[in-house]
């Protein structure tokens, strides 16, 4: 920390003053919102910002209009103007509670919807140092303690307009505004590149499973023909299970207890997390079923279709299908693929892309093509190969945004 009481941690060498307090109503005027729904979606002239969007569809800084939902209401409308911000006032956590983001478009005809506020910083606040303020632990400390309600939680305007903040001086407010935006343009990049990867693996996927893509054997010849077979031809499987209630502190122990699979600890990345969540305690192993290092688990509710080979002895929930052993020649790595693809497909044929449940029989009934152990183990490399590139990537987009995280804790009073 620096000599001076109101000053930050990390500073532009340049910049010597103090920062000066203001409450937020001091820098600028909140403008009128409109409690439109997704009830007024549609063709129109108008688009509008609801608060669910804010969430999570759009980026922190909003440049393209054309990604707004048009409303089918015709009025006379206050609109929003380039620089304005807009807050989400309504939110089921904290975590988007009081979400922002910054209107970087041209375009007219814009409106704030449902559950916002709308913000007008005055001519001597950058909008961007607005913005990134509220990413800081003293405006989320902020929202945490103003914050109202119980399974809704709400901050009002009145609330919200005693956010008290410091500020440098014009100059320094750009100098670190730009610092941040080119800081956020790397980072989306490097999200780009991660998405890109993404979407090479599940083309990769849907090409070699469904037998476009074939892999040749060393003597540069074709493998064998795939048979199709029933899930429960291939393995023998069944539910986790854990004594009821879940609330029961009997059942854990986190000193002395050993992993305990959940959903929650199963990752996209197809892989467990280091730490399980809970860890069971001895009275309740004998109520739940034990899965050993190789062993693949895939959840069954929540996000249904996490697959994943256990790095680790546990016990395993109900909510988690446990497959510990096969009827065939298999390839773990290969088959922890073909199922993860196979329910995204049932993904994609369920209402809404969502599946509530999977049952005992359909699971029986699921089909899995089955090629030659030497062609299982190439695709399971080649697939395997591509998701170390995206755990690479993905590694390299957190820490940026940790690194961003740390210096605007810094960077910011």
Same mark, same amino acid.
């Given at each position: 920390?620096?000599?001076?009481?109101?000053?930050?941690?990390?500073?532009?060498?340049?910049?010597?003053?103090?920062?000066?307090?203001?409450?937020?109503?001091?820098?600028?005027?909140? =403008?009128?919102?409109? +409690? %439109?729904?997704? !009830?007024? @979606?549609?063709?129109?002239?108008?688009?509008?910002?609801?608060?669910? #969007?804010?969430?999570?569809?759009?980026?922190?800084?909003?440049?393209?209009?054309?990604?707004?939902?048009?409303?089918?209401?015709?009025?006379?409308?206050?609109?929003?103007?380039?620089?304005?911000?807009?807050?989400?006032?309504?939110?089921?956590?904290?975590?988007?509670?009081?979400?922002?983001?910054?209107?970087?478009?041209?375009?007219?005809?814009?409106?704030?919807?449902?559950?916002?506020?709308?913000?007008?910083?005055?001519?001597?606040?950058?909008?961007?140092?607005?913005?990134?303020?509220?990413?800081?632990?003293?405006?989320?400390?902020?929202?945490?303690?103003?914050?109202?309600?119980?399974?809704?939680?709400?901050?009002?305007?009145?609330?919200?307009? =005693?956010?008290?903040? +410091? %500020?440098?001086? !014009?100059? @320094?407010?750009?100098?670190?505004?730009?610092?941040?935006?080119?800081? #956020?343009?790397?980072?989306?990049?490097?999200?780009?590149?991660?998405?890109?990867?993404?979407?090479?693996?599940?083309?990769?996927?849907?090409?070699?499973?469904?037998?476009?893509?074939?892999?040749?054997?060393?003597?540069?010849?074709?493998?064998?023909?795939?048979?199709?077979?029933?899930?429960?031809?291939?393995?023998?499987?069944?539910?986790?299970?854990?004594?009821?209630?879940?609330?029961?502190?009997?059942?854990?122990?986190?000193?002395?207890?050993?992993?305990?699979?959940?959903?929650?600890?199963?990752?996209?990345?197809?892989?467990?997390?280091?730490?399980?969540?809970?860890?069971?305690?001895?009275?309740?192993?004998?109520?739940?079923?034990?899965?050993? =290092?190789?062993?693949?688990?895939?959840?069954?509710?929540?996000?249904?279709?996490?697959?994943?080979?256990?790095?680790?002895?546990?016990?395993?929930?109900?909510?988690?299908?446990?497959?510990?052993?096969?009827?065939?020649?298999?390839?773990?790595?290969?088959?922890?693929?073909?199922?993860?693809?196979?329910?995204?497909?049932?993904?994609?044929?369920?209402?809404?892309?969502?599946?509530?449940?999977?049952?005992?029989?359909?699971?029986?009934?699921?089909?899995?093509?089955?090629?030659?152990?030497?062609?299982?183990?190439?695709?399971?490399?080649?697939?395997?190969?591509?998701?170390?590139?995206?755990?690479?990537?993905?590694?390299?987009?957190?820490?940026?945004?940790?690194?961003?995280?740390?210096?605007?804790?810094?960077?910011?009073?």
């Amino acid at each position: 920390m620096t000599e001076q009481s109101n000053t930050p941690e990390l500073r532009f060498p340049e910049f010597k003053d103090e920062w000066t307090q203001s409450f937020l109503d001091q820098l600028g005027d909140f =403008k009128k919102s409109y +409690s %439109l729904s997704r !009830s007024y @979606e549609g063709n129109g002239d108008y688009r509008y910002i609801h608060y669910g #969007d804010i969430h999570s569809r759009f980026p922190s800084i909003l440049k393209f209009a054309n990604i707004i939902p048009t409303i089918t209401e015709i009025k006379d409308f206050e609109e929003i103007e380039k620089g304005d911000l807009i807050f989400a006032d309504a939110s089921e956590d904290y975590k988007d509670l009081g979400k922002t983001i910054l209107a970087d478009f041209n375009d007219s005809k814009i409106i704030a919807g449902l559950h916002t506020h709308l913000f007008r910083p005055k001519n001597f606040i950058d909008s961007r140092f607005l913005l990134y303020n509220t990413k800081t632990n003293n405006y989320l400390k902020f929202i945490r303690k103003q914050g109202t309600g119980i399974s809704v939680l709400g901050i009002s305007k009145k609330n919200l307009s =005693k956010y008290l903040m +410091s %500020l440098p001086s !014009s100059e @320094e407010q750009y100098k670190l505004s730009n610092f941040f935006s080119k800081l #956020d343009r790397q980072i989306k990049l490097e999200e780009e590149k991660l998405a890109l990867f993404e979407q090479q693996k599940k083309g990769y996927m849907q090409k070699i499973f469904s037998q476009e893509l074939r892999f040749k054997d060393d003597n540069g010849c074709d493998y064998s023909n795939w048979e199709m077979k029933k899930l429960d031809k291939i393995a023998n499987y069944r539910r986790g299970s854990f004594p009821q209630p879940y609330g029961n502190k009997e059942w854990y122990d986190e000193l002395n207890g050993e992993p305990f699979v959940q959903v929650v600890d199963v990752d996209k990345n197809m892989q467990l997390h280091e730490q399980t969540k809970q860890r069971i305690s001895d009275l309740a192993k004998s109520k739940s079923v034990k899965g050993y =290092k190789g062993d693949i688990v895939v959840t069954l509710q929540g996000s249904i279709g996490r697959v994943a080979i256990l790095q680790y002895d546990a016990y395993i929930d109900r909510t988690l299908l446990l497959i510990n052993s096969f009827k065939i020649d298999i390839n773990k790595n290969y088959f922890k693929y073909a199922l993860y693809l196979l329910f995204l497909k049932e993904k994609e044929k369920a209402p809404g892309g969502t599946i509530k449940t999977i049952t005992k029989t359909v699971l029986s009934n699921f089909i899995i093509n089955v090629p030659s152990i030497k062609e299982q183990v190439k695709i399971g490399n080649f697939l395997e190969k591509l998701d170390y590139l995206i755990e690479k990537q993905t590694l390299k987009v957190e820490t940026l945004q940790q690194r961003k995280q740390g210096l605007l804790q810094k960077m910011f009073v």
